[in-house]
């Protein structure tokens, strides 16, 4: 049973994808323990006017997901994150044949060192890619790296058809900020993974929560965490990957008043003292 409040979800565009719009908040559901309530989860993302999700890289999986979708109503829409986690275009073609719908999805390549970023160049699943986008079977494709400003810029530059890219990011990530900068530059957008630090930002700790309380404008920890990631007009969607339909519904709601440059001052300032806060906590246990 899900609230009955009626919402604007608000959507960005990944500038490399043509006349489509995605909405700031997308579910992930790339776990296989999201099995369990998937169809809830995405029936509620829908009512909601979420329209993109991450299946993950299990092709069961995928397709469990897909018949999900099918149980919705017939005007609901979602574009797919697929993960492919391969090491060859053979690997590729299987991959796109076994998970292939009636419409293209978007890529995800895992990178987590510079030997990765030399194993798909030597590779040529980025011709792979090329071709496969070309032929209208995909959309795009993004990377996912940690949240390290050199290997994220290193990961930037190793191809120059990059839709997007995903790392971790939230107000303790500030450094990252130059690099969504620059690669916004060259149209490449951001898709925000782990909003809330694995759980960290939702359940703050003492000091972090004396901050907010004394905010002038009250507001639930994890509203604080997407605010200051949707702030950001680099940012096309944060993926959140909760198995509550109730935080799903919360999310979504927090995802109305999610414009970029809407924070005053004094709130973008209890971001950055929240941020001194943990930073000092994490060095000081």
């Known amino acids: 049973m899900f609230l009955c409040i009626i919402i604007s979800m608000l959507y960005r565009h990944f500038p490399k994808i043509a006349n489509l719009k995605f909405s700031i908040l997308s579910i992930d559901l790339s776990k296989p323990e999201s099995k369990n309530i998937a169809d809830e989860i995405l029936k509620v993302a829908s009512s909601y006017g979420v329209n993109l999700y991450r299946a993950g890289s299990n092709i069961d999986h995928c397709r469990f997901l897909l018949d999900c979708e099918k149980k919705l109503n017939s005007d609901s829409s979602f574009y797919r994150i697929l ?134 404008v009250p507001r639930r920890h994890d509203e604080w965490a997407l605010r200051g990631i949707w702030e950001q007009q680099e940012v096309t969607s944060v993926l959140s990957d909760s198995n509550s339909t109730f935080l799903t519904e919360i999310r979504c709601i927090l995802a109305e008043a999610g414009r970029p440059n809407s924070l005053p001052s004094f709130e973008l300032e209890t971001l950055k003292t929240a941020a001194r806060e943990f930073k000092a906590l994490k060095k000081n246990p």
């Open 83 to 216: 993960d492919f986690t391969g090491k060859s275009t053979i690997e590729l073609e299987i991959f796109l044949k076994n998970t292939k719908t009636d419409k293209p999805d978007i890529l995800l390549l895992p990178i987590n060192t510079e030997e990765d970023i030399e194993n798909l160049l030597k590779s040529k699943i980025f011709t792979a890619i090329e071709k496969a986008t070309e032929e209208g079977r995909l959309l795009g494709a993004g990377f996912s790296a940690p949240p390290l400003p050199t290997l994220l810029r290193m990961s930037l530059s190793s191809w120059s058809g990059w839709t997007f890219f995903s790392t971790i990011f939230n107000y303790l990530h500030e450094d990252i900020i130059p690099v969504m900068l620059e690669a916004s530059s060259e149209g490449i957008s951001l898709l925000v993974t782990k909003p809330f630090e694995n759980g960290e930002l939702e359940q703050a700790p003492a000091k972090v929560h004396e901050v907010f309380r004394n905010a002038k």
